[in-house]
């Protein structure tokens, strides 16, 4: 029985996403034609302007664009033009200074900080009586200046928004939609300009009155929050349909995906600032606009998420079996139209118009949702690129809404499920089974390698004196803060000096790693500097093709080294059947919320890693500390995402072991918290199922065990997310059932609630993560997620190639 609570709340979000989409156009509609307010025009006027352009890398667009700005139908007179470059690194600053026009200025921020703070210096040296506002790439109607500053002629009128026209919509399906969406948007601005004011600009073409412009925070998007601001000092913002510029849509939709987030994000952080616009006993109508056209746009897709859940646990029979019927089957064509649009734009196909509608729909409420969290987790969007100059959310909007469609197909497809007789037994007997791989994976494993060492075991010769020529090579990209440390470290190791090269490799680092590195070469450090920054995995290509010592050992420029730790891993070479030597990485996180949980995860591993050498290979090195023989080195492609995997697991590969060394000993400082950790395990197992994929790291064909041992620690240990989910929604649908289930699945049911409730507490409340009884289901919780996302990015093949530091 489904509480009365429950379908209130069910119908408060289906009446507010009605009013979103329809029932506030049709009000603003309305209000417009019987509230409508006037103001003078005055098609004479002709105050003094600034056009203001926003730039950073447009050498492509930035010629036309002040060609066009100077061919505007405006006296000269009154027009300047001011070009602000956030700090380009193309020909963008060369191609405005070479203009000899004493109208056209160049104002370059010698730090990349982002648009906001480039407008605000650009402020403070203007003194024309108006302000335009223009991005790079729009193109401006001859007319656009004249047709906007006539409204100025009215005193109480603040601000003035034109509107772009997309070009070469029919190139894409996103030029498609993004163009009908915003001709929709531009009717409602037209009518919020009616009643009272247009809500927020555009920034490729509003103007402002100069004295009106109040410095910005950074984090703040500034046709949006000025124009608010603005409005609360008394003005007007007027929308005029006749003044327009051009410029080109996004050439598909995951570009547009992350356009929509950084807008939302930005947008979202200002509204916060001035929420005292929402204030309806204040400022009355433009309240209403404000929170119906922004807010409750912004927070659709958590009303749509609340929504759809509770349609998924609205009986099948009674008096609602028809309201949720048709609220499943609702979801299950836009989810069906989502998945065909996205399958049909990864591959080029031109698509329906609902399929498209769908899959649009489906990419902007997710970006928007995108945008809200990550605002509301503190993190602000401050620099900037442009959709054509960036792969901005390319892999982040397929990711994310190829895991929304899978996830909700996934639960619309069990919800009906859970209506054919007889298959709660084949629920129960799925979730014991995804319990048991689960409980397998974190304890039973290392149980099972226990039981195993003693009869497997496999000794193999060491030699303490052993001594071959060795080549320490470090990766780097911008390590600046950290490689003097590093150097230092490895100029102090225990191991002749005329046996051991020193090799800095850096990936394309810009923050003065190479001259820290140049400074060492008097001391026998070598450096090889790449450019531009294409990844770890390009960077130990390059490396090993300058490397001729027998052995070499791989190292993180952020890795500090035992005295003794090189003498440790070298000498089980001596025994011909070693290929590999892992060390033992001590990580350094004592201030980190979650330490306790990793320090105890990290032993469990390191455990691992000692009874599976010692029956044979381990799967897989830590890539902070391991060496190998020089001509196993089988150069992985470019691309490869986790390199220390395929590396170490290719040597296996090749017949010979990969054991642990325990008494190698480095330190390794993590510094980031959970945000940054969770992006980092994600691209780890993105990594291995990556590598899964293209079979880089299989075994020999008859090599059982190690086999067993891929299987068990890392392939279980990278779908334990996947896995975690499936269970969790399998649990609550079989509650759901008609057979009552056993009191073990009601305890197991009872103890996974616990579990999660104890871990989402702490990702909300951080003094809870210094708990011992929570921090451990939190750090779980959290790496669970984190291989759910990997696995999608591995499997999309969406995650980056390249690489970043550790930030200190």
Request: include cysteine; hydrophobic fraction near 45%; charged fraction near 20%.
């Amino acid at each position: 029985m489904i509480p009365v609570c429950i379908i209130i709340l069910w119908c408060f979000c289906l009446g507010t996403l009605l009013y979103v989409y329809a029932g506030f156009p049709v009000l603003l509609g309305l209000a417009a034609i019987l509230l409508k307010k006037r103001h003078i025009i005055d098609e004479q006027y002709e105050p003094t302007v600034t056009l203001i352009i926003s730039a950073y890398n447009e050498e492509a667009v930035i010629r036309d664009k002040i060609e066009n700005s100077k061919a505007l139908a405006y006296p000269a007179d009154k027009l300047n033009i001011l070009v602000v470059s956030d700090c380009s690194s193309d020909q963008t600053d060369s191609i405005v200074s070479a203009y000899d026009d004493p109208r056209i200025c160049l104002l370059r921020m010698e730090e990349r900080k982002g648009k906001t703070c480039g407008l605000n210096a650009a402020l403070n040296q203007i003194q024309t009586d108006l302000v335009l506002f223009s991005d790079a790439n729009a193109l401006y109607d001859a007319q656009a200046v004249r047709t906007m500053v006539r409204h100025f002629s009215d005193p109480v009128v603040g601000y003035v928004v034109g509107h772009a026209r997309y070009i070469d919509t029919d190139a894409s399906s996103a030029g498609k939609s993004e163009n009908l969406y915003w001709n929709f948007e531009i009717r409602l601005k037209k009518w919020e300009s009616d009643v009272h004011s247009v809500v927020g600009g555009d920034g490729a073409l509003y103007m402002i009155r100069r004295t009106l412009y109040q410095p910005l925070e950074t984090t703040d998007i500034n046709d949006f929050v000025n124009p608010l601001q603005i409005v609360a000092a008394g003005y007007r913002g007027i929308f005029d349909p006749e003044s327009f510029c051009t410029e080109a849509p996004a050439a598909d939709f995951e570009k547009e995906f992350g356009r929509k987030v950084r807008i939302v994000n930005r947008s979202f952080n200002g509204f916060l600032r001035v929420r005292e616009l929402i204030n309806p006993l204040r400022f009355g109508l433009f309240s209403w606009l404000l929170f119906s056209h922004k807010v409750l746009r912004w927070f659709s897709p958590f009303l749509l998420a609340v929504h759809f859940t509770i349609s998924l646990l609205l009986p099948l029979s009674g008096c609602l079996s028809l309201v949720a019927f048709c609220s499943l089957i609702t979801y299950a064509l836009l989810i069906v139209g989502a998945c065909i649009g996205l399958r049909a734009e990864q591959r080029g196909f031109h698509l329906l118009t609902p399929v498209k509608f769908s899959y649009y729909f489906m990419l902007m409420n997710v970006a928007s949702a995108v945008g809200v969290l990550s605002r509301l987790q503190g993190r602000r969007i401050v620099t900037w690129s442009t959709v054509r100059n960036s792969g901005m959310g390319q892999s982040m909007g397929a990711t994310a809404v190829s895991m929304v469609l899978t996830v909700a197909g996934l639960l619309v497809a069990l919800r009906l499920l859970t209506t054919v007789p007889g298959t709660a037994f084949v629920f129960d007997a799925a979730i014991l089974l995804l319990f048991f791989l689960q409980v397998y994976t974190l304890a039973g494993y290392p149980l099972v390698l226990k039981v195993i060492r003693a009869p497997l075991r496999r000794p193999h010769r060491i030699d303490d004196g052993y001594e071959p020529s060795a080549t320490l090579l470090i990766t780097a990209y911008n390590e600046a803060g950290i490689l003097a440390d590093k150097l230092t470290n490895s100029l102090q190791l225990d191991y002749p000096r005329d046996k051991l090269r020193i090799l800095v490799v850096s990936d394309g680092s810009t923050d003065g790693t190479d001259l820290i590195a140049a400074q060492f070469a008097d001391q026998g450090v070598e450096l090889l500097s790449l450019s531009p920054n294409r990844g770890k995995m390009t960077a130990l290509n390059e490396g090993f093709k300058i490397v001729f010592s027998e052995i070499v050992v791989l190292s993180d420029a952020n890795v500090m080294y035992d005295p003794a730790s090189i003498r440790k891993l070298v000498r089980h070479f001596i025994d011909p059947s070693i290929g590999a030597v892992s060390g033992k990485v001590t990580l350094v996180n004592e201030h980190l919320s979650y330490a306790v949980a990793e320090e105890r995860y990290y032993k469990i591993e390191q455990l691992i890693q000692r009874l599976e050498g010692a029956t044979g290979s381990l799967i897989g090195s830590d890539g902070a500390m391991y060496a190998l023989r020089h001509e196993l080195y089988q150069y992985p492609p470019a691309d490869t995402i986790l390199d220390d995997f395929v590396i170490s697991m290719g040597v296996v590969q090749q017949g010979y072991r990969l054991i642990h060394e325990p008494e190698a000993v480095a330190y390794e400082r993590n510094v980031e918290e959970m945000g940054r950790e969770f992006q980092r395990k994600a691209r780890i197992i993105a990594g291995g199922i990556q590598a899964i994929l293209r079979r880089q790291s299989f075994p020999l064909k008859g090599d059982l065990l190690t086999w067993f041992k891929l299987i068990s620690h890392k392939v279980l240990r990278w779908m334990i997310g996947p896995i975690a989910f499936l269970m969790a929604i399998l649990m609550v649908f079989r509650l759901q059932m008609p057979t009552p289930p056993t009191v073990p699945m009601v305890v197991l049911v009872g103890l996974a609630a616990v579990f999660f409730l104890l871990g989402c507490s702490a990702c909300f409340v951080p003094a809870l993560r210094r708990l011992k009884c929570v921090v451990l289901p939190y750090y779980l919780l959290v790496m669970s997620g984190a291989s759910l996302v990997g696995c999608w990015r591995g499997l999309l093949g969406s995650q980056s190639v390249t690489w970043k530091q550790r930030q200190e």
